[in-house]
């Protein structure tokens, strides 16, 4: 169902919701996000506002909203997960420099993820970060300017990463940052060129966060 989630009844509606269809919550994916790579001067209070409210307030919302949920999911022994959208943290300069709203957003939700991985460990809950190497092509990207979406790979290379973290052992592997590539790498996968965009190519945009 379509869900601000901002709102907080609005977010526990969807969860009781959710668990008076499916008989419980495994798995939370927190993907919703709201970007503006814009300098400070560029940046009004409203953007500023909606960028926190999505990204940061909104995970712990939505988190805190299933906790019960997958306390009860570890306790059957159902692996329950919670993955966040959101880059590895590094206290670079560079990362902020440019659009210092946006940085501190998205590192709110990896705050998230260090946080709450050590807190929901001794339930047997994971908490895990994923974010790409290179520019996604989704409809968020197409919203920048000048992007050119053949130098994007698909959106099925994090789909698959997610799979991969999501069917891992909940007790063991938990508080990591992973990055797609580098993720199925280790899980096997040679075959890249599937998820290009445009099959070939090698230079793709970076995307923002990775070193």
């Known amino acids: 169902m379509q869900t601000d989630i901002r709102d907080e009844a609005a977010?526990?509606?969807?969860?009781?919701?959710?668990?008076q269809r499916f008989g419980g919550i495994d798995i939370l994916v927190n993907n919703?996000?709201?970007?503006?790579?814009?300098?400070?001067a560029a940046t009004p209070m409203k953007r500023f506002d909606l960028m926190f409210g999505v990204n940061v307030r909104g995970t712990y919302?939505?988190?805190?909203?299933?906790?019960?949920?997958?306390?009860?999911?570890?306790?059957?022994?159902?692996?329950?997960?919670?993955?966040?959208?959101?880059?590895?943290?590094?206290?670079?300069?560079?990362?902020?420099?440019?659009?210092?709203?946006?940085?501190?957003?998205?590192?709110?939700?990896s705050q998230c993820t260090l946080g709450h991985a050590g807190e929901f460990r001794p339930h047997g809950i994971a908490v895990n970060s994923l974010w790409p190497r290179t520019a996604i092509?989704?409809?968020a990207l197409q919203m920048i300017p000048g992007v050119?979406?053949?130098l994007c790979r698909k959106p099925e290379i994090?789909?698959?990463?997610?799979?991969?973290?999501?069917?891992?052992?909940?007790?063991?592997?938990?508080?990591n940052f992973f990055i797609d590539d580098t993720l199925l790498a280790e899980h096997g996968v040679t075959d890249f060129d599937r998820y290009a965009v445009l099959p070939g190519t090698t230079k793709f945009i970076p995307d923002f966060f990775v070193d």
């Open 158 to 175: 994090l789909a698959d990463a997610a799979h991969l973290i999501l069917t891992s052992d909940a007790k063991t592997t938990s508080g």
């Open 11 to 19: 977010v526990a509606a969807a969860v009781q919701a959710a668990v």
């Open 32 to 40: 919703a996000s709201a970007i503006s790579l814009t300098p400070t």
């Open 148 to 150: 050119d979406l053949n």
């Open 137 to 139: 092509a989704t409809a």
């Open 61 to 109: 919302c939505c988190t805190q909203a299933c906790l019960p949920e997958l306390i009860k999911s570890a306790k059957a022994g159902r692996n329950p997960h919670v993955l966040n959208m959101s880059p590895p943290l590094s206290m670079k300069e560079h990362w902020f420099k440019s659009h210092v709203a946006y940085t501190m957003a998205k590192y709110g939700m």
